[in-house]
């Protein structure tokens, strides 16, 4: 098609011709052509546009379409002259809300383009570091509602729950409970809605070098982004129900807000109420996220969006095992499974909520500016959780830890400049950044002991009024700690050819613990001051450009140590905890971006660790503990011919503590598996009588775990199936999944606490997108 400017001006004029296929390259047919003070164009089923009679001069081209990445390009129309414009859009990480069927082509995958893992635009085969990316599609595939299950699609990430509900994983032999919003701090204390999130990114290995080391394990990081408004009029709301009184309600709401879509906003919903799987146990929750964004001018773009999550209920009961019990793994103790020991009583409240503001500039062609401000709090309000330890294979002592208040929080200030330019013929991608966090806790808990109850006979009752008056009794103080992270870091990416590329990475932290204080004596304890650098380093060579890249990485993280008070009432200071990884693997990307994968191998040593030693009859804590973690990663993916798509990985980890208290030398990190193994397979029909009905099933192995620090009890090896039926016609969409088809009996745990999951259960749904 072409657009006929006026012919009786008298401007000297030229063309414009281009081109423009999607990112599977394929004719990107109906894309919208916007060239600046000139008009709109669309693109034809050739994949071609073209505009005609276009006055001399430099001009902004917009190509837009649905899936794919806006792309902006200055052009520059000669007198007499036709300009080509070939164009290649890149898929979106602001993809449809529905599966993308567009002719013959069935998209799941919003591939690894993230510009949050090396916090600078790297593809996946750039990047000198493993990481793993959930997007929403499949997370809608496999019905999945809180993080947690997300996690179930990466490989060597065993899902599990913190004691009060947060989300965890285990990857790489540590556990990962902090997750990241868009890049920037959470303080949640709550679980978090996939109906807010667009997509999840899992970050591999110590990444204290950009994230800092408040908020991020050695094993790795969650980060996940949030859902954005788009420029056009959309939404979908969509019903579920399921086994255990599952009733749930979300609503995804889209507009422009201005003619000229400079102004956006998107509101998600979600209400859910859920009893548990056992005797006792029950929650509600309710999420709404807001999200606003102001296209201000060509070079600034402003966005505000926030969250507030809030659950009702009973949390579910964490358990323990002490030194008496006989038998050495969870099944062989004398509980029925559903059996919760606690009441429905002992319902508490959680919240957390969110606000991420960002400021983006574009400074140059080469550099831009960005600013982003995060406010996180977190809080329990008279929250009861608990904790059940099996003294013997009979015996259960129940204590309820009584949360009244803890209210946290974090405020997190990011400063970041990119640029990306040319030194001699060397391409240089640079990131300068500046870091500041401000958090808190004021926390009131006592852990009451209720009884020690037979598991073999009737347990006695427990309810919220028995511990009233215990706690009526008791006077617990409110403590108040307060820290704050000056940080700053360097990076660098160097092209020293096409095909070779160097990274060098630096940062250094200044943390300083004010301590806490205690209300009821007024002193304040604990309080040190703590500097750490970071490095890290990596190497890409790709032996074919942009389909196989061989790389090596060093990585680095840490932990800040608090001082000890010795026996003999001297105080000693710290180093901050180191990890050091050194990893080396190959990525693909092939089949025309249908097919890509990873393998790698990592080793990891962890030093300054606390361990005790006995000298002169006392015992002292010193700091030269170690610990080594190393071990293989796989992942493959693809969507090797139209309507089958597959996600798959697998996972070896060999752990043990080096040098540490004797008891401790040899052994696993509780919780930790050393192996683990997923699968996810789909089929869509695309054409025919039959088209959208599709059809997913898989799978997850977990092997066994340990619940204590000695390594003698152990959590079962599990597996999981799951499958789901789905049926997209125009704007609706019926889904039914089966989970734990199975219905597998088994247990996660965080580190600390061992958690019964869900047997065999269902799910049913069904969604209208407007």
Partial sequence: MALNIN???????????????????????????????????????????????????????????????????????????????????????????????????????????????????????????????????????????????????????????????????????????DNMRNGM????????????????????????????????????????????????????????????????LTADFNAPLNADHKALFRINMAAQQENSFQDQGQASTFVIAPSFSLQ?????????????????????TAWQVGSAINVTSYEKLQLGYKRSLIDNSFAGHQTS????????????DQWTSTTNYTWATGAYNNFY??????????????????FAPDKLGRNQFQQNFTGDFKIGNLRNRLLIGLDFMDQYRNLKYTGVNMDTVNTLGVAKDVRIEQLELKLGATSSPLSLSRQKVYGAYISDVLNVTDYLLLMAS??????????????????????YNQTALSPKFGIVFQPIKNKVALFGNYMNGFKNVANATQPDGTVSSFKPQQANQWEAGVKLDVLKN?????????????????????INNQTFTVQDGTQRSKGIEAELTGNPFPGFNFVSGYSYNDNKYVKAAANLIGKRNVGAPKETANLWMSYSLLKGSLKGLGIGGGFLYVSETYLNTINTFTLPAYTTVDATLFYSA??????????????????????????PQKPGNFLASIAWKF
Avoid: C
């Fill in 7 to 177: 012919a009786q001006t008298n401007e000297r004029t030229g063309n414009i011709i281009g081109t423009v296929v999607s990112s599977d390259d394929q004719p990107a047919t109906g894309a919208t052509v916007l060239l600046e003070r000139v008009g709109k164009n669309t693109v034809d089923k050739s994949g071609n546009f073209e505009f005609k009679n276009v006055a001399a001069g430099t001009y902004t081209l917009e190509i837009s379409f649905i899936g794919q990445e806006t792309q902006k390009l200055q052009i520059e129309v000669k007198e007499g002259e036709t300009t080509s414009v070939p164009v290649r859009l890149n898929i979106s990480s602001l993809l449809l809300n529905e599966v993308l069927i567009v002719g013959t082509k069935y998209s799941i995958t919003a591939k690894k383009q993230s510009n949050s893992v090396a916090r600078m635009p790297l593809t996946n085969l750039e990047n000198p570091q493993i990481y793993n990316v959930v997007d929403k599609e499949l997370i809608k595939e496999q019905m999945a509602i809180h993080l947690d299950e997300a996690f179930r699609n990466v490989p060597g990430a065993a899902p599990a729950k913190t004691g009060a509900g947060i989300p965890a994983f285990f990857s790489r032999g540590f556990t990962t409970s």
């Fill in 730 to 755: 125009g704007q609706y969409r019926i889904s039914v999944k089966a989970n734990n088809l199975t219905s597998s009996e088994y247990w996660v745990s965080d580190g600390f606490y061992a958690r």
């Fill in 385 to 402: 959780m608990f904790t059940n330890t099996f003294l013997t294979d009979t015996t259960v002592a129940r204590m309820v830890g009584a």
């Fill in 506 to 527: 630096l940062r250094v932290d200044r943390f300083i613990n004010e301590g806490t204080l205690n209300n009821l004596t007024q002193k304040t304890t604990g309080d």
């Fill in 296 to 316: 201000a001018n060509e070079r600034l773009t402003l966005r505000l969006d926030a969250d507030i999550h809030q659950t009702q209920g009973t949390a579910h």
């Fill in 353 to 364: 909520a969110n606000v991420f503001a960002q400021a983006e500039y574009k400074i140059s």
């Fill in 185 to 248: 701090a959470t303080y949640f204390r709550s679980s978090i809605d996939l109906s807010t999130v667009e997509r999840v990114e899992t970050i591999k290995g110590p990444s204290s070098t950009l994230f800092g080391g408040v908020m991020t394990s050695f094993g790795g990081l969650v980060n996940y982004i949030t859902k954005k408004p788009y420029d056009q009029l959309g939404g979908e709301v969509s019903y579920t129900h399921g086994s255990f009184d599952l009733n749930r």
């Fill in 594 to 614: 249908k097919l890509s994968g990873s393998v790698s191998y990592y080793d990891m040593l962890i030093s300054n660790t606390l361990r005790p030693e006995i």
